[in-house]
């Protein structure tokens, strides 16, 4: 079975610009969640997204944003960059319901430049 | 909303010591508890996880944690620390009526000394 996989491994953008990461998740899982992993910080939750709509997002401004495809595949947007976005992003899927554990991918290492 | 605890960022223990690692939760409602492991530049690693029944739980890499419902806590533990063993460790809590939402505590950095 293959795990969830993230594009690009990494990624080097200057402030001001996007960028876009994708995810996607192990073959029978509808959710998908993104995180935020920046030095010192820990995990930081940014987004669910299951069946298609977004579940919950975290504290986040709104210029962090993302959607899900019909295969369940998933996108995260960061626009407007700022040097602070430097982080490892983590996509993990899971199965909808309560007891799955989550799947990790390998993450993205974001550099705002 | 849940929240995760995890008391000491840095753990330090000498090769062949006993591991204990933390985590208390707060929950409303009967938790899943997880407890992962994140090597460096990796993303996250299941170690073990309780969901029901028994409340040790056994996990890989000679890991275990249990479940104390009155103390509300899910400790990791392992007899004998090995030097590939260091690595940040990450308790996580879901609920069990609202799909799976995970809450992460804010990890624990394990060094070993040889």
């Known amino acids: 079975e293959a795990g969830v996989t993230q594009s690009p491994t990494h990624l080097i953008k200057t402030r001001g610009q996007q960028a876009t990461l994708r995810c996607s998740p192990i073959?029978?899982?509808?959710?998908v969640y993104w995180y935020q992993q920046a030095l010192g910080l820990g995990l930081q939750f940014l987004l669910w997204y299951d069946e298609g709509e977004e579940r919950n997002r975290g504290n986040f401004p709104p210029r962090f944003s993302g959607r899900q495809f019909p295969n369940y595949s998933s996108e995260l947007n960061v626009n407007a960059l700022e040097l602070e976005d430097s982080a490892l992003y983590l996509c993990?899927?899971?199965?909808?319901?309560?007891?799955?554990?989550?799947?990790f991918g390998p993450g993205t290492r974001l550099t705002v430049l | 909303a849940q929240s995760v605890t995890q008391l000491g960022s840095h753990v330090s223990v000498s090769e062949g010591a006993l591991v204990l690692l933390r985590c208390n939760y707060s929950?409303?409602?009967?938790?899943?508890l997880f407890w992962y492991v994140q090597y460096p530049n990796q993303g996250l690693q299941l170690l073990l996880k309780y969901t029901t029944g028994a409340t040790l739980v056994k996990g890989i890499n000679g890991f275990e944690a249990e479940f104390k419902k009155s103390e509300t806590s899910f400790h990791l533990t392992k007899p004998s620390a090995h030097m590939s063993d260091a690595a940040e460790y990450f308790c996580a809590v879901s609920e069990t009526n609202t799909g799976n939402q995970f809450y992460f505590g804010t990890g624990t950095s394990l060094t070993v000394i040889p």
């Open positions: 929950s409303s409602v009967p938790p899943y």
């Open positions: 993990a899927s899971s199965r909808w319901t309560g007891g799955n554990e989550q799947f």
């Open positions: 073959s029978g899982h509808t959710s």
